[in-house]
C-alpha cells in the first residue's frame, strides 16, 4: 500500500508521524511523509518539505496586538499557503492508496477526493471529533466540563480553519485539471493518538474514530550521552523542558525551576528547547544541568518529577514514563492536557505561566511527588498500548 502522511507544527506533531512511517516501512509499505522544512530528515523515512518552518511561525517578534497581527501576515499567512500548496502538490505527485493527515493540513480532503482515495485524520487531541463529554481541547474553555454546552466549543477549531479557505482554494491549482472538487468525502476513518487512560473514550464518540493510544517509537531509546547519563545515576532529578514555547522570560522560568527543586533536595536537568527555558548564571551548580535537547524516552525513566508545558506528546511521554508531573500550560491543548493530567492523578493542579515563579512552583512539586504511586501505575497500563501497530492495523484495513 501506499500510504501519504502529512503533517505540521512542532515536535510533537512530527515525531509520532515519524513513528507510523518507520512502522509502516518494516511491514512493506510503500511511505511518503510530507513535514515541516525545520524538521530534518529522520532516518530510514522518505520525506518532502512543505515549506512551512514551525520555528518561524510560532516566534513573534513581540506579544502586543499589532506586532502579533504583523507576524500574522507576515509569516504565519505566508506559510500556510505555502504548506497547504506544497501538500496537495506532494500528494499528487506521490499518487498514494491512501492520505492520512494532521488537522492543520487543510487540504488533504481536497486533493484525497481529488484522486479518489480514502482519507484518514489523526488527532493527538480531542479538536475536529466532538464529544458532550468534555470540551474541545484547543478552545478557550478547555480546562471547564460545560455540560450540554461541551459540543459547542467545537466551532472555535472549525472557525479558525475557515481563516484560511481562501488559501485551500488556491491550492486547487495543483490539483490535476487545476481545479477543486465539487464534492468534500468525509474521511475514512479517524486516529485518535491518545491513551485511553489518560482520555478514556467517551460513549459517543462514532465507531470509525479509532483510539490508537498515543504513538512513538518501539525501538530501545536512543543514549543519551555519557554527560546527561552520569548527571542522572548522580542522585534525584527533577527533568524540566518547555518544548518548543518560548514565550515571556526564559531566564526567570529556568531560575523558578532550580529554587523549587533545590527546595526538595532535587536535582534539575533543564532541557532549554527553543529557548522557553534558560540557566541564569547565578544558578548554576554541579546540581543543574543545561541541556538543548534529550531523547524523552531515554532520560524519562530516570526522572523522579518532570516540570513541563502539557503539549500532547510531552504529557504523554512523561505519563508513560511513570514520572509524576507539574504543567505549566502556555497555549493551544496545553491547558486541556493539564487538567486531564491532574484528573488522572499523575500530576499536580497546573501552574499558570503568569504565576510561574519559585513560590508558586515548590508547593506544586510536593505535591506531584505524593502522586508517585499513581503515576508508576498509569506508566505500566499505558507502556502496554502499541499506538502505532494499532494505527497501521487500522490504514491496513481500508
Same mark, same amino acid.
Given at each position: 500500500? #501506499?500510504?501519504?502522511?502529512?503533517?505540521?507544527?512542532?515536535?510533537?506533531?512530527?515525531?509520532?508521524?515519524?513513528?507510523?512511517?518507520?512502522?509502516?516501512?518494516?511491514?512493506?509499505?510503500?511511505?511518503?511523509?510530507?513535514?515541516?522544512?525545520?524538521?530534518?530528515?529522520?532516518?530510514?523515512?522518505?520525506?518532502?518539505?512543505?515549506?512551512?518552518?514551525?520555528?518561524?511561525?510560532?516566534?513573534?517578534?513581540?506579544?502586543?496586538?499589532?506586532?502579533?497581527?504583523?507576524?500574522?501576515?507576515?509569516?504565519?499567512?505566508?506559510?500556510?499557503?505555502?504548506?497547504?500548496?506544497?501538500?496537495? #502538490?506532494?500528494?499528487?505527485?506521490?499518487?498514494?492508496?491512501?492520505?492520512?493527515?494532521?488537522?492543520?493540513?487543510?487540504?488533504?480532503? !481536497?486533493?484525497?477526493?481529488?484522486?479518489?482515495?480514502?482519507?484518514?485524520?489523526?488527532?493527538?487531541?480531542?479538536?475536529?471529533?466532538?464529544?458532550?463529554?468534555?470540551?474541545?481541547?484547543?478552545?478557550?474553555?478547555?480546562?471547564?466540563?460545560?455540560?450540554?454546552?461541551?459540543?459547542?466549543?467545537?466551532?472555535?477549531?472549525?472557525?479558525?480553519?475557515?481563516?484560511?479557505?481562501?488559501?485551500?482554494?488556491?491550492?486547487?491549482?495543483?490539483?490535476?485539471?487545476?481545479? #477543486?472538487?465539487?464534492?468534500?468525502?468525509?474521511?475514512?476513518?479517524?486516529? !485518535?493518538?491518545?491513551?485511553?487512560?489518560?482520555?478514556?473514550?467517551?460513549?459517543?464518540?462514532?465507531?470509525?474514530?479509532?483510539?490508537?493510544?498515543?504513538?512513538?517509537?518501539?525501538?530501545?531509546?536512543?543514549?543519551?550521552?555519557?554527560?546527561?547519563?552520569?548527571?542522572?545515576?548522580?542522585?534525584?532529578?527533577?527533568?524540566?523542558?518547555?518544548?518548543?514555547?518560548?514565550?515571556?522570560?526564559?531566564?526567570?522560568?529556568?531560575?523558578?525551576?532550580?529554587?523549587?527543586?533545590?527546595?526538595?533536595?532535587?536535582?534539575?536537568?533543564?532541557?532549554?528547547?527553543?529557548?522557553?527555558?534558560?540557566?541564569?548564571?547565578?544558578?548554576?551548580?554541579?546540581?543543574?544541568?543545561?541541556?538543548?535537547?534529550?531523547?524523552?524516552?531515554?532520560?524519562?525513566?530516570?526522572?523522579?518529577?518532570?516540570?513541563?508545558?502539557?503539549?500532547?506528546?510531552?504529557?504523554?511521554?512523561?505519563?508513560?514514563?511513570?514520572?509524576?508531573?507539574?504543567?505549566?500550560?502556555?497555549?493551544?491543548?496545553?491547558?486541556?492536557?493539564?487538567a486531564q493530567l491532574h484528573r488522572q492523578g499523575v500530576a499536580a493542579a497546573a501552574v499558570p505561566l503568569r504565576r510561574?515563579?519559585?513560590?508558586?512552583?515548590?508547593?506544586?512539586?510536593?505535591?506531584?511527588?505524593?502522586?508517585?504511586?499513581?503515576?508508576?501505575?498509569?506508566?505500566?497500563?499505558?507502556?502496554?498500548?502499541?499506538?502505532?501497530?494499532?494505527?497501521?492495523?487500522?490504514?491496513?484495513?481500508?
Open positions: 500500500m #501506499r500510504i501519504m502522511l502529512l503533517t505540521a507544527g512542532t515536535r510533537g506533531d512530527v515525531e509520532p508521524f515519524v513513528a507510523l512511517a518507520r512502522h509502516a516501512t518494516s511491514r512493506g509499505h510503500d511511505v511518503r511523509l510530507a513535514l515541516p522544512d525545520d524538521a530534518g530528515a529522520p532516518e530510514g523515512v522518505g520525506t518532502v518539505p512543505l515549506g512551512l518552518d514551525a520555528r518561524r511561525v510560532l516566534s513573534p517578534a513581540g506579544r502586543a496586538p499589532w506586532a502579533l497581527a504583523r507576524h500574522a501576515l507576515a509569516e504565519v499567512r505566508p506559510a500556510m499557503r505555502r504548506m497547504l500548496a506544497a501538500a496537495v #502538490r506532494e500528494t499528487v505527485a506521490f499518487d498514494p492508496d491512501v492520505v492520512v493527515h494532521h488537522p492543520l493540513v487543510l487540504t488533504a480532503p !481536497m486533493v484525497a477526493d481529488a484522486l479518489g482515495v480514502p482519507r484518514v485524520l489523526v488527532e493527538f487531541a480531542p479538536v475536529a471529533t466532538p464529544s458532550a463529554r468534555f470540551p474541545a481541547a484547543g478552545g478557550p474553555t478547555a480546562t471547564r466540563d460545560l455540560g450540554t454546552h461541551n459540543r459547542s466549543t467545537y466551532a472555535v477549531p472549525r472557525a479558525a480553519a475557515r481563516l484560511f479557505e481562501g488559501d485551500v482554494a488556491r491550492a486547487a491549482a495543483e490539483l490535476p485539471g487545476g481545479r #477543486r472538487p465539487s464534492w468534500r468525502s468525509p474521511s475514512r476513518a479517524t486516529l !485518535m493518538a491518545v491513551s485511553p487512560v489518560l482520555l478514556p473514550r467517551p460513549d459517543d464518540w462514532p465507531e470509525q474514530v479509532h483510539q490508537t493510544g498515543a504513538w512513538h517509537e518501539e525501538a530501545p531509546a536512543a543514549s543519551c550521552g555519557p554527560v546527561v547519563t552520569d548527571f542522572l545515576a548522580a542522585g534525584p532529578v527533577v527533568v524540566a523542558s518547555f518544548g518548543s514555547m518560548a514565550t515571556g522570560d526564559a531566564s526567570a522560568r529556568g531560575a523558578a525551576v532550580v529554587a523549587a527543586a533545590r527546595s526538595h533536595g532535587l536535582r534539575v536537568l533543564l532541557v532549554t528547547g527553543w529557548g522557553g527555558l534558560a540557566l541564569p548564571p547565578e544558578h548554576r551548580g554541579p546540581d543543574v544541568l543545561a541541556v538543548p535537547s534529550v531523547p524523552f524516552d531515554a532520560v524519562l525513566p530516570h526522572a523522579t518529577l518532570a516540570v513541563h508545558h502539557g503539549g500532547a506528546g510531552t504529557s504523554h511521554a512523561v505519563a508513560r514514563a511513570g514520572v509524576p508531573a507539574v504543567v505549566v500550560p502556555v497555549t493551544a491543548d496545553q491547558p486541556f492536557w493539564a510561574l515563579t519559585a513560590g508558586a512552583l515548590a508547593p506544586a512539586m510536593g505535591d506531584a511527588l505524593t502522586r508517585r504511586g499513581r503515576a508508576a501505575e498509569v506508566g505500566r497500563l499505558m507502556r502496554r498500548e502499541h499506538g502505532v501497530q494499532r494505527a497501521l492495523d487500522v490504514l491496513e484495513s481500508l
